[in-house]
């Protein structure tokens, strides 16, 4: 199997061109290649495929072999492989906000492509940012968020989860819970150097609360536009990025009245940018992303 490692921010998957190869059992092999010891070392395995309805399809397994519907990450990293690549050549961007928003980011960018991603969440539209044949910064139209609890899913009554008390292992934290295609619950704290995430992650990724298991973040505020974030990604642990959950940190902060509705999220990784825009109710997230390097597994 011929593959390339990529990274949004340290947030990193192995990718399979399957325009031109088969995985016959992705979710073993997830887990194989995750392994940081003894395989190529990832936190999961991202497949591009063909779509008969957008320009390319992904599909994404966790270090645990199981699927997730989106990675905020990871599709940015596959829009980039697609057009350098060239397994699109994608179209000239028609979204004013997203290239508002990429020539923010990118002031010396040449080029603006846009591209659609088929994924589990549905179809995403991308913008990336060129100089010279590499894409630089892609910025990545979340679509809505899902805020109806029972479509989270998260087991509480009403029609918005925000500020709901959580007892996990003795500690007492509020919780507002949003779905950008998957699963997020956002804690709000006054120092990030508090939290035990090793620990806490994976009591609260598991509790009964969360039908389907969630992503877990734990969020300073610095300002109303500027944030730091730490996350417990649902199958994969302590990541250095998640840009699904960076892109609910968002929702997050204006559903919970402590942030503003464009914010600069910091994550161990690096920097995402984040807007919710009121007027259409999507979420924006801009960001880099970095092809490491390819090769064949297993090695000879």
């Known amino acids: 199997m011929r593959f390339t490692k990529m990274h949004g921010l340290g947030n990193d998957y192995v990718y399979v061109n399957c325009f031109e190869q088969t995985v016959d059992d992705p979710a073993q092999v997830a887990i194989q290649v995750s392994d940081r010891h003894f395989g190529i070392g990832s936190d999961g395995l991202i497949l591009i495929m063909p779509s008969e309805k957008a320009d390319v399809r992904m599909r994404m397994f966790n270090a645990d072999g199981s699927e997730a519907q989106m990675c905020g990450n990871g599709v940015r990293c596959l829009a980039k492989y697609t057009l350098e690549h060239n397994l699109s050549p994608g179209r ?41 044949d590499l894409v630089e910064q892609i910025c990545v139209d979340m679509e809505e968020p899902i805020l109806l609890p029972s479509q989270i899913p998260v087991k509480v009554t009403g029609q918005q989860a925000v500020g709901i008390p ?43 609360m969360f ?19 730490r996350t417990w990604e649902r199958g994969s642990g302590i990541t250095l990025a998640c840009g699904t959950g960076a892109s609910a940190v968002c929702v997050a902060g204006i559903l919970a009245s402590k942030t503003d509705r464009n914010i600069l999220a910091h994550l161990p990784g690096g920097d995402l940018q984040l807007l919710w825009n009121e007027a259409d109710n999507h979420v924006f997230m801009a960001g880099p992303a970095t092809e490491v390097f390819s090769g064949t597994w297993p090695p000879a």
């Not at 990429?102 to 539209?125: F, K, N, Y």
């Not at 006054?190 to 598991?206: C, F, K, R, V």
Request: some cysteine; hydrophobic content about 40%.
């Open 166 to 208: 959580l007892t996990v292992d003795g500690t007492n934290l509020l919780m507002t819970c949003v779905s950008m295609g998957n699963p997020h619950v956002v804690f709000y704290c006054s120092d990030l150097a508090d939290i035990d995430l090793e620990h806490l992650g994976p009591i609260i990724e598991t509790h009964p």
């Open 92 to 132: 000239t961007c028609q979204q004013q906000t997203l290239i508002d928003l990429l020539r923010a980011a990118a002031p010396d960018a040449h080029d603006l492509r846009e591209l659609t991603v088929e994924t589990g969440r549905g179809i995403l539209t991308l913008t990336m940012a060129l100089k010279g």
């Open 211 to 229: 039908p389907e298991k969630t992503n877990v973040h734990f969020v300073q505020a610095i300002t109303p536009n500027e944030v730091i974030m």
